[in-house]
Antibody, heavy 118, light 107 residues
Framework: EVQLLESGGGLVQPGGSLRLSCAAS????????MTWVRQAPGKGLEWVSS??????FYTDSVRGRFTISRDNSKNTLSLQMNGLRVEDTAVYYC?????????????WGQGTLVTVSS | DIQMTQSPSTLSASVGDRVTITCRAS??????LTWYQQKPGKAPKLLIY???SLGSGVPSRFSGSESGTEFTLTISSLQPDDFAIYYC?????????FGQGTKLEFK
């Protein structure tokens, strides 16, 4: 059974950093693209970043501040978030793609809450 | 960037109704569109991929279709478990973009 378990969320001050992790199991992690999607409180879904055979991709508002990476030996996806802003406050979901070359989310983790506030 | 315009934002319906939700892309996305269902406090769940392919374990009352840049999610006979928020996503090109969501509520 596919399982995705996010961790690393919490309360951080504006300008601070957090590193989110997503532990994957139940599938061959290295064979699939992975994606981060976020949802601000009471708002809709927003694609944040993906990593796959074509490389890494970011939404404009996080490019240069966030870095997506993966450790295939540990079946772990990460999102390093620097220079956090109040508007980055959201639940962050890790999601598995359908193929190494296709990052559309097909299975989602339960999410981890990031709160940026002074 | 490709814009996804989803409508309606809210839909009131009753058990047994047939409902449709629409997403319109600002340019061609071929068939690279998914539909998700999200319930309060839960992660989204994949319903439809590649515009019209049913996700694993998804009831057959859900279906997707496309006509050019207009995509439709249809629920043929609403069940109590279907009252939720629905989102479309285009994955034709980066940045991926979601529709604004449709809240399906009891009439």
């Amino acid at each position: 059974e596919v399982q995705l378990l996010e961790s690393g969320g919490g309360l951080v001050q504006p300008g601070g950093s957090l590193r989110l992790s997503c532990a994957a199991s139940g599938f061959t992690f290295s064979s699939y693209a992975m994606t981060w999607v976020r949802q601000a409180p009471g708002k809709g879904l927003e694609w944040v970043s993906s990593i796959g055979s074509a490389g890494t991709f970011y939404t404009d508002s996080v490019r240069g501040r966030f870095t997506i990476s993966r450790d295939n030996s540990k079946n772990t996806l990460s999102l390093q978030m620097n220079g956090l802003r109040v508007e980055d406050t959201a639940v962050y979901y890790c999601a598995k793609g359908s193929h190494i070359s296709s990052a559309e989310p097909v299975r989602w983790g339960q999410g981890t809450l990031v709160t940026v506030s002074s | 960037d490709i814009q996804m315009t989803q409508s309606p934002s809210t839909l009131s319906a009753s058990v047994g109704d047939r409902v449709t939700i629409t997403c319109r892309a600002s340019q061609s996305i071929r068939s690279w569109l998914t539909w998700y269902q999200q319930k309060p406090g839960k992660a989204p769940k994949l319903l439809i991929y590649k515009a019209s392919s049913l996700g694993s374990g998804v009831p057959s009352r859900f279906s997707g279709s496309e006509s050019g840049t207009e995509f439709t999610l249809t629920i043929s006979s609403l069940q109590p478990d279907d009252f939720a928020i629905y989102y479309c996503l285009q994955y034709n090109s980066y940045p991926f973009t979601f529709g604004q969501g449709t809240k399906l509520e009891f009439k």
